[in-house]
């Protein structure tokens, strides 16, 4: 019972969990990460819709969810419970759509102020004549139903069906049962021994639930039978404490029934729910055990998904490798191109070899560039590739990123013909410094024709490779050494601009799907240390009440 009494403190580190839980995202499918977003999303639920609210108010009434799969008949015992029809049992499957909560009037303010199970609106019932189950009721509302034949203290609450055909239906199901103080698990003589059940049961005992089972729908004459496998069962499962109803099949209970049953059927569950409300201190032990159990079993749910945090981090960084090892391959290749044979090859070779007689150093330029172009887009061609192959190797992967041929031909025009225009200023400023002024008296060259030689000689040295000495001694010869070398030198600075705009440009586009999620090892940091914080707080407040329970004769 320490638990609802030091409150504060772990109120506090919980609210700082769940907001880092909120905050954990699983973008990547890697494997486990669906399972990570259930579990998530579960986390998330019980805090929201029990663990914040109950430690708020550990005097609210408890809620009894009562919980099973697809025609376990668990209206028909809700109904029964309350000794009238309260919530819809007919023939169609599932039945329950919308979850109906049943608690006495003076209950009412407990619940319809959202303090459990917020993410849902609130309807109250009875429906009118003639209104179907859901019908004229908001998607992801609470029906509301008061009634006094329910006990002050607690509050049943009739689930969809957590094996439903609507993944909706199974979500919220599964909702419910995290927000609940006490879980009713019913099954049926013909499912008892289904997987369903038993992973409701099982989960459980991991949360060390206060909880009930009701074997349902039992033919009398294999009543004893199935009774003693049942029990055999739950003793298997570490479940042998765990109260055990049996309701025995009944014409109320068939389909099309009254969806009624003899108040003698269900006496025995009655008075094991009720019995809660009329003890204030069996009441609060209940909702201590789970609330306890609930704090515990984070250590283990959190810490898991810590460590998925940690495999979409570990994910995102090995793609991200891969990607910035193959546009450093890319980069590679490019320059040793250029520091090599140098790109004076094919149709820039015979402009170069025509130079500047019977070729133009527009003509020139314009190979010259081309080739640069045509250079940059199969580097970025092949680093997309490798990419690719790299990246099919790593489950997870995001999509996308991938440009056609056109998009990826015209981004890197641009930036190849930006550096054209910076080539030709750098011309025309060293035109300047030397003298190479405008012909004034029809003896000098024009100043277009200087700076157009000097361009296509510094574009054809920086380009050329080895290839490009000639182009180089050229420039010496007609600006001085001097200037030359500056000129040379700003050029290579604005070549390697080019080629590292264009690499870096395409690089961050390939990886714009992985680095738009902004995978960061900041979640799971984050999760690791509020989730110490409620140990800490949690294991602080049960020693702390114990000895205050010791103390005050409490055992």
């Known amino acids: 019972m320490a638990i609802l009494d030091a409150r504060p403190d772990l109120l506090d580190a919980l609210t700082v969990l769940r907001e880092r839980l909120a905050a954990a995202r699983f973008p990547l499918e890697v494997p486990g990460a669906e399972r990570a977003r259930r579990s998530r999303g579960e986390l998330l639920a019980q805090l929201d819709g029990y663990l914040l609210p109950r430690l708020r108010m550990p005097g609210a009434p408890l809620l009894a969810v009562i919980g099973g799969s697809t025609g376990a008949g668990k209206s028909t015992l809700v109904n029964s419970l309350v000794g009238r029809r309260v919530t819809e049992a007919g023939v169609l499957r599932p039945t329950t ?10 209950d009412r303010h407990w619940f319809e102020d959202r303090r459990v199970l917020p993410q849902l609106g609130r309807v109250v019932t009875p429906r009118q004549e003639g209104q179907g189950e859901g019908e004229g009721e908001p998607a992801g509302a609470l029906g509301m139903h008061t009634t006094r034949a329910v006990p002050v203290g607690v509050a049943l609450l009739d689930a969809p069906d957590v094996d439903s055909l609507v993944a909706d239906n199974r979500d919220l199901a599964a909702d419910l049962i995290c927000a609940a103080d006490i879980w009713v698990v019913v099954t ?6 289904d997987a369903l059940p038993w992973n409701l049961l099982r989960s459980a005992r991991e949360y060390d639930v206060t909880l009930a089972t009701v074997l349902d729908r039992v033919p009398h004459q294999i009543a004893a039978e199935v009774s003693r496998h049942y029990d055999t069962l739950l003793e ?31 006496a025995g569950l009655r008075e094991w729910l009720f019995r809660r409300a009329h003890d204030a201190e069996a009441r609060h032990r209940a909702a201590a055990r789970t609330a306890t159990g609930a704090v515990a079993s984070l250590r283990a749910r959190v810490g898991a998904l810590a460590g998925a945090c940690a495999a979409q981090h570990a994910t995102a960084v090995r793609l991200d490798q891969r990607l910035a090892d193959a546009y450093a391959t890319a980069d590679a290749r490019v320059r040793d191109c250029l520091a090599g044979g140098g790109l004076l090859t094919g149709q820039s070779r015979a402009h170069w070899l025509a130079f500047p007689h019977d070729a133009s150093p527009e003509e020139l330029l314009d190979s010259l560039t081309r080739a640069l172009s045509g250079l940059l887009v199969e580097a970025v061609s092949a680093a997309d590739e490798r990419v690719a192959a790299a990246w099919a190797g790593e489950p997870g992967a995001p999509a996308g990123g991938v440009d056609g041929a056109d998009a990826v031909r015209e981004r890197i025009g641009i930036q190849v013909r930006r550096l054209r225009r910076c080539l030709e200023e750098l011309a025309e400023e060293a035109c300047v410094v030397v003298g190479l002024r ?12 200087a700076e157009g030689e000097i361009a296509a000689l510094l574009a054809a040295g920086l380009l050329g490779g080895k290839g490009g000495s000639v182009a180089r001694q050229s420039l010496s010869g007609s600006l001085g050494t001097r200037v030359a070398a500056r000129l040379t030198e700003q050029g290579t600075q604005e070549v390697g601009g080019c080629v590292a705009r264009v690499l870096d440009g395409e690089r961050e586009r390939r990886g714009a799907p992985l680095h ?35 103390a005050g004769g409490v055992r």
């Open 438 to 449: 405008p012909d004034q008296g029809g003896s000098g060259r024009s100043m277009s024709g």
């Open 236 to 266: 298997r499962a570490g479940l042998t404490g765990v109260p055990r109803f049996t309701v025995p099949e009944l014409p109320e209970s068939a389909r099309g029934g009254s969806g009624l049953l003899p108040a003698t059927a269900v």
């Open 97 to 106: 759509r919308t979850p109906v909560l049943v608690c006495h009037p003076e």
């Open 516 to 550: 738009d999620l902004e995978i960061t090892p900041t979640p799971q940091v984050e999760l690791v240390a509020a989730l110490s914080v409620v140990h800490a707080r949690h294991t602080g407040a049960g020693s702390a009440g114990d000895r205050a329970g010791e």
């Open 188 to 193: 049926t003589a013909a499912r008892y021994a």
